[in-house]
Protein backbone atom coordinates (compact mmCIF):
# COMPACT_ATOMS: atom_id res chain seq x y z
CA UNK A 1 0.00 0.00 0.00
CA UNK A 2 1.17 3.45 -1.28
CA UNK A 3 2.16 5.62 2.03
CA UNK A 4 0.63 8.65 1.02
CA UNK A 5 1.51 12.03 2.68
CA UNK A 6 -0.41 14.98 1.54
CA UNK A 7 -4.94 13.75 0.71
CA UNK A 8 -6.71 15.81 -0.54
CA UNK A 9 -10.77 14.91 0.23
CA UNK A 10 -13.06 16.58 -2.89
CA UNK A 11 -17.01 16.72 -1.73
CA UNK A 12 -18.30 19.58 -3.40
CA UNK A 13 -22.30 18.59 -3.04
CA UNK A 14 -24.87 19.81 -0.74
CA UNK A 15 -25.14 19.27 3.14
CA UNK A 16 -26.45 15.74 3.65
CA UNK A 17 -23.60 14.44 1.12
CA UNK A 18 -20.59 16.67 3.72
CA UNK A 19 -21.81 14.91 6.12
CA UNK A 20 -22.43 11.47 4.91
CA UNK A 21 -18.30 12.11 3.96
CA UNK A 22 -17.49 12.45 7.40
CA UNK A 23 -16.76 8.29 7.65
CA UNK A 24 -14.95 8.62 4.63
CA UNK A 25 -12.79 11.00 6.10
CA UNK A 26 -12.58 8.87 9.39
CA UNK A 27 -10.81 6.17 7.65
CA UNK A 28 -8.56 8.11 5.35
CA UNK A 29 -7.10 9.48 8.57
CA UNK A 30 -7.05 5.76 10.66
CA UNK A 31 -5.40 4.59 6.94
CA UNK A 32 -2.70 7.16 6.53
CA UNK A 33 -2.87 8.38 10.76
CA UNK A 34 0.63 10.71 9.68
CA UNK A 35 -1.17 12.34 6.32
CA UNK A 36 -2.04 15.35 5.70
CA UNK A 37 -5.85 15.72 4.97
CA UNK A 38 -7.40 18.73 3.39
CA UNK A 39 -10.77 18.92 2.62
CA UNK A 40 -12.39 20.59 -0.94
CA UNK A 41 -16.32 22.03 -0.38
CA UNK A 42 -19.05 24.59 -1.22
CA UNK A 43 -19.51 27.55 1.32
CA UNK A 44 -22.33 26.28 2.64
CA UNK A 45 -20.98 23.18 3.88
CA UNK A 46 -17.43 24.20 5.25
CA UNK A 47 -18.96 24.55 8.70
CA UNK A 48 -19.13 20.53 8.90
CA UNK A 49 -15.72 20.02 8.68
CA UNK A 50 -14.71 23.17 10.44
CA UNK A 51 -13.70 21.50 13.52
CA UNK A 52 -12.97 18.20 12.42
CA UNK A 53 -10.03 17.22 14.52
CA UNK A 54 -9.09 15.27 11.23
CA UNK A 55 -8.45 17.51 8.97
CA UNK A 56 -5.91 19.81 8.28
CA UNK A 57 -7.25 22.91 6.30
CA UNK A 58 -11.00 23.72 4.20
CA UNK A 59 -10.82 24.74 0.78
CA UNK A 60 -14.32 26.45 0.27
CA UNK A 61 -15.14 26.81 -3.79
CA UNK A 62 -18.37 28.25 -5.25
CA UNK A 63 -18.49 26.10 -8.42
CA UNK A 64 -22.31 27.03 -8.40
CA UNK A 65 -22.57 30.84 -8.97
CA UNK A 66 -20.88 30.42 -12.47
CA UNK A 67 -19.26 34.22 -11.79
CA UNK A 68 -17.48 33.63 -8.81
CA UNK A 69 -16.62 30.22 -10.04
CA UNK A 70 -14.76 31.14 -12.74
CA UNK A 71 -12.68 34.25 -10.84
CA UNK A 72 -11.52 31.35 -8.11
CA UNK A 73 -10.93 28.71 -10.12
CA UNK A 74 -7.69 30.21 -10.75
CA UNK A 75 -6.42 30.80 -7.17
CA UNK A 76 -7.84 27.56 -6.12
CA UNK A 77 -5.69 25.68 -8.80
CA UNK A 78 -2.87 27.69 -7.59
CA UNK A 79 -3.30 26.85 -4.11
CA UNK A 80 -3.75 23.51 -4.71
CA UNK A 81 -0.61 23.15 -7.06
CA UNK A 82 1.51 24.35 -4.13
CA UNK A 83 0.73 21.67 -1.92
CA UNK A 84 1.82 18.96 -3.93
CA UNK A 85 -0.80 16.55 -3.18
CA UNK A 86 0.13 12.75 -3.90
CA UNK A 87 -3.54 11.20 -3.49
CA UNK A 88 -6.60 13.21 -4.47
CA UNK A 89 -10.39 11.38 -3.63
CA UNK A 90 -13.43 12.85 -4.98
CA UNK A 91 -16.53 12.02 -3.41
CA UNK A 92 -17.88 13.49 -6.84
CA UNK A 93 -18.90 13.08 -10.52
CA UNK A 94 -18.31 16.92 -11.97
CA UNK A 95 -16.21 17.43 -14.21
CA UNK A 96 -14.78 20.48 -12.43
CA UNK A 97 -13.32 18.56 -9.29
CA UNK A 98 -11.80 16.17 -12.14
CA UNK A 99 -10.21 19.06 -13.90
CA UNK A 100 -9.14 20.35 -10.84
CA UNK A 101 -7.27 17.13 -9.47
CA UNK A 102 -5.73 17.07 -12.87
CA UNK A 103 -4.77 20.33 -13.17
CA UNK A 104 -3.07 20.77 -9.97
CA UNK A 105 -0.74 17.64 -10.83
CA UNK A 106 -2.09 15.42 -8.35
CA UNK A 107 -0.76 11.66 -9.53
CA UNK A 108 -3.22 9.17 -7.86
CA UNK A 109 -6.63 10.22 -8.82
CA UNK A 110 -9.75 8.03 -7.13
CA UNK A 111 -13.52 8.50 -7.40
CA UNK A 112 -16.26 6.40 -8.99
CA UNK A 113 -16.31 5.04 -12.16
CA UNK A 114 -18.91 7.60 -14.27
CA UNK A 115 -15.80 10.14 -13.10
CA UNK A 116 -13.48 11.36 -15.57
CA UNK A 117 -9.32 11.48 -15.56
CA UNK A 118 -9.07 9.69 -12.63
CA UNK A 119 -6.35 6.93 -12.29
CA UNK A 120 -8.30 4.88 -9.89
CA UNK A 121 -11.93 3.85 -9.36
CA UNK A 122 -13.79 1.05 -7.32
CA UNK A 123 -16.29 -1.37 -8.29
CA UNK A 124 -19.89 0.01 -6.89
CA UNK A 125 -22.84 -2.03 -6.84
CA UNK A 126 -26.25 -0.45 -7.27
CA UNK A 127 -28.30 0.36 -4.11
CA UNK A 128 -25.49 1.01 -1.95
CA UNK A 129 -26.83 3.86 0.77
CA UNK A 130 -24.97 7.01 -0.34
CA UNK A 131 -22.71 6.89 3.50
CA UNK A 132 -21.27 3.55 2.57
CA UNK A 133 -21.19 4.20 -1.31
CA UNK A 134 -18.53 7.09 0.00
CA UNK A 135 -16.69 4.66 2.08
CA UNK A 136 -16.86 2.20 -0.53
CA UNK A 137 -13.73 4.45 -2.40
CA UNK A 138 -11.54 3.09 0.72
CA UNK A 139 -11.78 -0.31 -1.21
CA UNK A 140 -9.20 1.03 -3.64
CA UNK A 141 -6.76 1.59 -0.97
CA UNK A 142 -7.21 -1.15 1.50
CA UNK A 143 -9.19 -4.49 2.76
CA UNK A 144 -9.80 -3.00 6.08
CA UNK A 145 -13.23 -2.31 6.86
CA UNK A 146 -14.50 0.80 8.37
CA UNK A 147 -17.63 2.04 10.74
CA UNK A 148 -20.19 3.77 8.44
CA UNK A 149 -21.49 6.08 11.68
CA UNK A 150 -21.06 10.03 10.84
CA UNK A 151 -20.28 12.28 13.26
CA UNK A 152 -19.71 16.09 13.67
CA UNK A 153 -17.66 18.21 15.79
CA UNK A 154 -18.33 21.55 17.46
CA UNK A 155 -16.50 24.01 19.97
CA UNK A 156 -17.55 25.20 24.04
CA UNK A 157 -19.22 28.20 22.45
CA UNK A 158 -21.85 26.22 20.66
CA UNK A 159 -22.67 24.04 23.60
CA UNK A 160 -22.88 27.26 25.55
CA UNK A 161 -25.37 28.55 23.06
CA UNK A 162 -27.45 25.63 23.54
CA UNK A 163 -27.68 26.00 26.83
CA UNK A 164 -28.70 29.56 26.47
CA UNK A 165 -31.23 28.73 24.09
CA UNK A 166 -32.53 25.64 25.68
CA UNK A 167 -31.07 24.08 28.74
CA UNK A 168 -33.99 25.74 30.46
CA UNK A 169 -36.72 23.81 28.58
CA UNK A 170 -34.72 20.54 28.81
CA UNK A 171 -34.45 20.71 32.50
CA UNK A 172 -38.02 21.21 32.94
CA UNK A 173 -38.92 18.07 31.34
CA UNK A 174 -38.20 14.51 31.58
CA UNK A 175 -38.75 13.60 27.82
CA UNK A 176 -38.35 16.02 24.96
CA UNK A 177 -38.25 15.54 20.96
CA UNK A 178 -37.38 17.48 17.91
CA UNK A 179 -39.53 18.17 15.47
CA UNK A 180 -38.08 19.73 12.21
CA UNK A 181 -40.75 20.77 9.88
CA UNK A 182 -38.91 22.73 7.42
CA UNK A 183 -37.64 21.80 3.90
CA UNK A 184 -35.83 23.83 1.06
CA UNK A 185 -38.77 21.46 -1.23
CA UNK A 186 -42.56 22.51 -0.16
CA UNK A 187 -43.46 18.55 -1.23
CA UNK A 188 -41.01 17.16 1.22
CA UNK A 189 -43.09 19.05 3.85
CA UNK A 190 -45.17 16.60 6.25
CA UNK A 191 -48.40 19.58 6.83
CA UNK A 192 -48.34 22.12 9.95
CA UNK A 193 -51.77 20.99 11.11
CA UNK A 194 -50.19 17.54 11.23
CA UNK A 195 -47.46 18.33 13.04
CA UNK A 196 -49.45 20.51 15.53
CA UNK A 197 -52.31 17.57 16.02
CA UNK A 198 -49.26 15.55 16.74
CA UNK A 199 -47.94 17.53 19.22
CA UNK A 200 -51.07 18.01 21.21
CA UNK A 201 -51.17 14.22 21.10
CA UNK A 202 -47.58 14.11 23.03
CA UNK A 203 -48.55 17.08 25.00
CA UNK A 204 -50.89 14.16 26.56
CA UNK A 205 -48.51 11.42 27.04
CA UNK A 206 -46.34 14.56 28.56
CA UNK A 207 -43.92 14.13 25.74
CA UNK A 208 -42.83 17.64 24.87
CA UNK A 209 -41.35 19.29 21.34
CA UNK A 210 -38.88 22.09 19.91
CA UNK A 211 -39.31 22.97 17.15
CA UNK A 212 -35.94 23.13 15.24
CA UNK A 213 -34.92 24.85 11.66
CA UNK A 214 -33.34 27.81 9.88
CA UNK A 215 -34.48 31.58 9.94
CA UNK A 216 -36.36 30.63 7.13
CA UNK A 217 -38.05 27.62 9.04
CA UNK A 218 -39.22 30.60 12.01
CA UNK A 219 -42.72 31.22 10.59
CA UNK A 220 -43.29 27.79 9.72
CA UNK A 221 -42.43 26.48 13.19
CA UNK A 222 -44.36 30.00 14.99
CA UNK A 223 -47.49 28.85 12.89
CA UNK A 224 -47.58 25.03 14.00
CA UNK A 225 -46.85 25.83 17.66
CA UNK A 226 -50.19 28.55 17.61
CA UNK A 227 -52.10 25.63 16.12
CA UNK A 228 -51.01 23.17 18.44
CA UNK A 229 -51.22 25.64 21.54
CA UNK A 230 -48.64 23.97 23.14
CA UNK A 231 -45.62 25.32 24.86
CA UNK A 232 -43.80 23.62 22.38
CA UNK A 233 -40.15 25.94 22.34
CA UNK A 234 -39.79 27.10 18.86
CA UNK A 235 -36.14 27.73 18.34
CA UNK A 236 -35.91 27.75 14.33
CA UNK A 237 -32.96 30.35 13.34
CA UNK A 238 -31.77 30.97 16.75
CA UNK A 239 -28.62 28.21 16.43
CA UNK A 240 -26.36 27.74 14.15
CA UNK A 241 -25.91 23.93 11.85
CA UNK A 242 -23.39 22.97 14.54
CA UNK A 243 -25.69 24.27 16.98
CA UNK A 244 -28.69 22.52 16.01
CA UNK A 245 -26.74 18.85 15.92
CA UNK A 246 -25.43 19.66 19.82
CA UNK A 247 -29.11 20.52 20.75
CA UNK A 248 -30.52 17.29 18.70
CA UNK A 249 -27.76 15.07 20.65
CA UNK A 250 -29.53 16.18 23.77
CA UNK A 251 -33.30 14.99 22.52
CA UNK A 252 -34.85 11.67 22.75
CA UNK A 253 -35.44 11.55 19.35
CA UNK A 254 -36.13 13.74 16.36
CA UNK A 255 -39.08 14.10 13.83
CA UNK A 256 -37.86 15.01 10.33
CA UNK A 257 -38.93 15.12 6.86
CA UNK A 258 -36.66 14.11 4.31
CA UNK A 259 -34.11 17.36 4.99
CA UNK A 260 -31.00 17.95 6.92
CA UNK A 261 -31.79 17.55 10.81
CA UNK A 262 -32.09 13.65 9.36
CA UNK A 263 -28.11 13.71 8.80
CA UNK A 264 -27.30 15.92 11.80
CA UNK A 265 -29.11 13.49 14.01
CA UNK A 266 -27.49 10.13 12.32
CA UNK A 267 -24.35 12.01 12.96
CA UNK A 268 -25.54 12.60 17.13
CA UNK A 269 -26.84 9.22 17.15
CA UNK A 270 -30.05 10.72 18.33
CA UNK A 271 -32.67 8.50 17.17
CA UNK A 272 -34.79 9.40 13.87
CA UNK A 273 -38.56 9.10 12.46
CA UNK A 274 -38.63 10.39 9.18
CA UNK A 275 -41.68 11.26 6.92
CA UNK A 276 -40.70 10.68 3.29
CA UNK A 277 -43.10 12.32 0.62
CA UNK A 278 -41.74 12.66 -2.82
CA UNK A 279 -38.69 10.70 -2.14
CA UNK A 280 -37.80 7.35 -1.51
CA UNK A 281 -35.14 5.06 0.18
CA UNK A 282 -33.49 3.91 -2.26
CA UNK A 283 -32.18 7.18 -3.43
CA UNK A 284 -29.95 6.26 -0.54
CA UNK A 285 -30.44 9.26 1.91
CA UNK A 286 -31.92 7.73 4.42
CA UNK A 287 -31.62 7.40 8.65
CA UNK A 288 -29.73 4.21 8.58
CA UNK A 289 -29.04 3.73 12.27
CA UNK A 290 -30.93 0.67 14.65
CA UNK A 291 -33.50 2.54 15.88
CA UNK A 292 -34.80 4.86 13.10
CA UNK A 293 -37.99 4.52 11.09
CA UNK A 294 -39.23 6.27 8.02
CA UNK A 295 -42.98 6.32 7.46
CA UNK A 296 -44.13 6.08 3.99
CA UNK A 297 -46.85 4.94 1.54
CA UNK A 298 -46.61 2.89 -1.06
CA UNK A 299 -47.89 4.89 -3.89
CA UNK A 300 -47.52 4.36 -7.96
CA UNK A 301 -46.70 8.17 -8.48
CA UNK A 302 -43.66 7.72 -5.44
CA UNK A 303 -40.93 8.42 -6.44
CA UNK A 304 -41.98 11.50 -8.45
CA UNK A 305 -38.02 12.94 -8.68
CA UNK A 306 -34.87 12.83 -6.30
CA UNK A 307 -35.17 16.31 -4.50
CA UNK A 308 -39.02 16.90 -4.70
CA UNK A 309 -41.32 19.50 -6.01
CA UNK A 310 -42.60 23.43 -5.69
CA UNK A 311 -45.86 21.03 -5.96
CA UNK A 312 -46.75 17.79 -6.29
CA UNK A 313 -46.61 16.88 -10.23
CA UNK A 314 -49.93 15.31 -10.11
CA UNK A 315 -52.07 17.91 -7.49
CA UNK A 316 -52.93 15.73 -4.87
CA UNK A 317 -50.27 15.23 -2.82
CA UNK A 318 -51.11 12.49 -1.20
CA UNK A 319 -48.11 10.69 -0.37
CA UNK A 320 -47.85 13.43 2.33
CA UNK A 321 -52.03 14.06 2.58
CA UNK A 322 -52.65 10.40 3.37
CA UNK A 323 -49.69 9.82 6.23
CA UNK A 324 -52.21 10.65 9.44
CA UNK A 325 -50.97 12.11 12.89
CA UNK A 326 -52.06 8.85 14.31
CA UNK A 327 -49.78 6.69 12.05
CA UNK A 328 -46.84 9.00 12.65
CA UNK A 329 -47.35 9.26 16.49
CA UNK A 330 -47.80 5.58 16.89
CA UNK A 331 -43.88 5.28 15.02
CA UNK A 332 -43.08 7.77 17.24
CA UNK A 333 -44.18 6.25 20.63
CA UNK A 334 -42.73 3.23 19.32
CA UNK A 335 -39.31 4.41 19.11
CA UNK A 336 -39.51 6.27 22.47
CA UNK A 337 -40.27 2.76 23.86
CA UNK A 338 -44.19 3.97 25.00
CA UNK A 339 -46.47 2.39 22.52
Known amino acids: MPDYKKILLIQTAFLGDAILTTPLIRALKLTYPQAQLDVLCIPETAIVFKFNPQIRRVYSFNKRDKARRILTFIPLLRQLRNEKYDLAVSAQLHFTSSLLMLMAGIPNRLGFPRQKLLTMTIDLPKGVPVVKRYLRLMTALTDQVYDHQTELFWD ?35 LPVYFAELIRELDKRDVKAILIGGKEDFQLCQEIALLADSEALNIAGKLSLLGSAALIQKLKLILTNDSAPLHLANAVQTDVVAIFGPTVKRFGFYPFRANDRVVELDLGCRPCGKHGHKKCPLKHFNCMKNITPDTVLKEVLAALEMG
Open 156 to 190: DETDERVESEAGEFLRKHKTVIGIAPGSVWPTKRW
